[in-house]
């Protein structure tokens, strides 16, 4: 069987997705072709806790599965608990998008009969399907794809996903109502979280930009982010002249979706939100420093823009630890507001 040639007769897939909520956002497009490729299987998805609200709701997807490994003395317990799971399923096959070789042991110890994903990692020996690493570089959501074109499935759709019910949009409403907004205010996210503080603008430059926007498009400022961004949030809001609504640690990412959906424009860092924002096809600015726009930024048939300063570093940049973070601090207010204009008045996309 060639490389090209495609599985045929799958009727139980698992998709065994990644951890974090961009990249999770980023595989919708290639769930969405494996179901253009066998729209007669039943498609489940193994997630991380964190990124599974990404795949309930999806119309290609028909049960989702969470799962999260811990390190240490519960490691084996958590994955025979995995292969129980793999075992009562009964999948004839699994794409491993996730780079795991824990994973890719579990599936084959379930006798999963088709096993797809990259050869990396040494976990080869696991996969019935080892496709190489492509040569060059390329965005997640191609990374994705080019697995899926290895086995000669095309892709469906290049741009993510994300869905939400109504009553995650009625929810959302009450969040904006509770937080000081009028139904027939037109208003801006502002979304300064990041899983990396690094990747995270300064908060005084967020508090500036929405001050500045809210004047000269006349817009309230909504402030968006999860639990742990609530002091961030609030840091924000004491620094502004104008008082914003803050939805920080209020939202479901569901009910988040809901209130990015109707927001005239969005402003974040590289984070998984800018992702859904994107997904939305929401207008979106999205700041940029230690990693790449051209691997990692958000896709979408909308306006986006993306903003990067040079500074002379390598990107994108794992370096735990950063003693002068010049990437982020070098975007200015100016930048920003310019590329608002451009995504409101340039028709940019």
Not at 285 to 293: I, M, N, Q, Y
Request: charged residues 20%; hydrophobic residues 45%; positive net charge.
């Amino acid at each position: 069987m060639s490389e090209q040639t495609r599985i045929s007769s799958l009727k139980n897939i698992l998709i065994v997705t990644k951890n974090w909520l961009g990249d999770a956002v980023c595989i919708t497009p290639a769930v969405a072709s494996i179901r253009s490729a066998y729209p007669d299987a039943a498609i489940t998805v193994l997630a991380h806790p964190r990124c599974a609200a990404v795949f309930t709701g999806h119309p290609a997807v028909a049960r989702v599965f969470t799962f999260a490994e811990r390190r240490g003395p519960a490691a084996p317990a958590d994955l025979f608990s995995l292969w129980r799971k793999l075992v009562r399923g009964g999948y004839d096959a699994v794409f491993l998008f996730h780079r795991s070789r824990s994973k890719a042991v579990v599936a084959a110890l379930a006798g999963i009969p088709h096993r797809i994903g990259y050869d990396t990692k040494g976990r080869g020996i696991f996969l019935t399907r080892r496709v190489p690493q492509p040569a060059r570089q390329m965005h997640m959501i191609d990374y994705h794809l080019a697995l899926l074109a290895a086995c000669g499935i095309p892709p469906a759709r290049r741009y993510p996903q994300f869905f939400m019910s109504a009553a995650d949009r009625s929810r959302a409403r009450e969040i904006l109502a509770e937080s000081g907004l009028r139904p027939q205010d037109r208003y801006a996210v502002i979304n300064p979280g990041g899983n990396w503080d690094r990747k995270r603008w300064p908060a005084i430059c967020f508090a500036q930009t929405a001050d500045r926007v809210a004047r000269e498009r006349g817009v309230k400022i909504v402030i968006t982010g999860g639990e742990k961004d609530g002091e961030l949030a609030r840091l924000i809001a004491g620094s502004m002249k104008t008082a914003p609504c803050i939805a920080a640690g209020r939202t479901t990412l569901k009910t988040l979706g809901a209130v990015l959906e109707r927001a005239l424009f969005y402003i974040g860092n590289d984070s998984g939100p800018t992702h859904i924002a994107a997904a939305l096809r929401v207008p979106l600015v999205a700041l940029f420093g230690p990693t790449s726009p051209e691997l990692t930024g958000p896709a979408g048939a909308g306006r986006i823009v993306t903003v990067r300063k040079d500074v002379g570093c390598a990107v994108p940049c794992y370096a735990a630890v950063c003693p002068a973070p010049r990437c982020m601090e070098a975007v200015t207010v100016d930048d920003v507001c310019a590329q608002v204009g451009r995504i409101l008045d340039g028709g940019t996309e």
